[in-house]
């Protein structure tokens, strides 16, 4: 039985105006997110991977077509409702002062601290939880503006964790990261998918580790368009050796993983 549809694009147009004229980047999207997976999307860059994750969480409007987030269109939700549906970590730097990491992941209980913001005993424990799960609650008296691009970004991704939604989009989340703390975390995001029924997409450039982790990829590539589905299935369809198509890269379907030719 497959999952429950979380996130479906119908007919969805991506981009935006600039000096009054309308820039298109993906066009007629049709594609849907499920309760418990774990999407990869992937593209080069200029690809438009970025602007349809802000699409998706509600930070860009569609230049036509419809977000729907659990059946409901994505503009019928008001801040308050959608920021207990979907968190979100993109690659923006945050300019914050004075405030220390745990302090920083606890912001992500803003949606249901209310006016105040005071915490409850059940608010501090899915803090600490949050950083455990990603790393960072060695370093949680450090003010975050000492902290390098990876200790920063994991810090993000803790408070995204603390706001406790069920689904979480994240713009480049590894990209800062050596490559065992890639896997690390890449490996707990596919963990709170399977296991806590979230819907988990990230863009990312770390190809054959998605090709290993993902349940699903999407596609995206401003000559193609988009593709969706299964690591396999767009393996077999060669939509992956086409969209990454270049010199001296070829993929190998037998080996599921893209490699440099010597």
């Not at 849907?32 to 593209?43: A, I, P, R, V």
């Not at 915490?119 to 450090?142: C, G």
């Not at 480049?172 to 975390?185: N, Q, R, V």
């Not at 290993?212 to 193609?224: G, N």
Request: aromatic letters at 6%; hydrophobic letters at 40%; a neutral charge.
């Amino acid at each position: 039985m497959e999952n429950k549809v979380t996130v479906e694009l119908r007919n969805l147009t991506t981009g935006y105006v600039a000096r009054s004229s309308r820039v298109l980047i993906e066009k007629n999207v049709n594609a849907s997110l499920h309760e418990g997976e774990f999407c990869c999307l992937l593209g080069p860059n200029g690809a438009g991977k970025s602007t349809l994750l802000r699409t998706l969480s509600g930070f860009m409007p569609p230049l036509s077509g419809t977000v729907m987030l659990f059946d409901r269109p994505l503009g019928a939700y008001s801040d308050q409702e959608l920021s207990r549906k979907i968190s979100v970590v993109l690659s923006d730097r945050p300019s914050v002062t004075s405030m220390n990491v745990e302090q920083l992941v606890a912001l992500g209980r803003s949606p249901y601290t209310g006016f105040w913001g005071r915490l409850t005993d059940r608010d501090h424990k899915v803090v600490e939880h949050s950083m455990e799960l990603a790393a960072v609650d060695s370093f949680r008296h450090r003010l975050v503006d000492t902290l390098s691009d990876g200790e920063r970004q994991r810090v993000m991704i803790a408070k995204a964790l603390a706001q406790e939604t069920p689904v979480i989009f994240l713009d480049e989340p590894t990209a800062f990261l050596d490559f065992p703390s890639k896997a690390e975390m890449m490996r707990i995001l596919r963990h709170l998918a399977h296991k806590e029924g979230k819907t988990v997409m990230l863009s990312t450039h770390d190809i054959n580790m998605a090709l290993d982790l993902a349940d699903s990829l999407w596609l995206v590539d401003k000559r193609t368009g988009m593709e969706t589905g299964t690591t396999a299935e767009l393996a077999e369809s060669g939509a992956l050796a086409r969209y990454f198509a270049a010199p001296g890269i070829s993929f190998d379907k037998a080996a599921m993983q893209f490699t440099l030719k010597k």
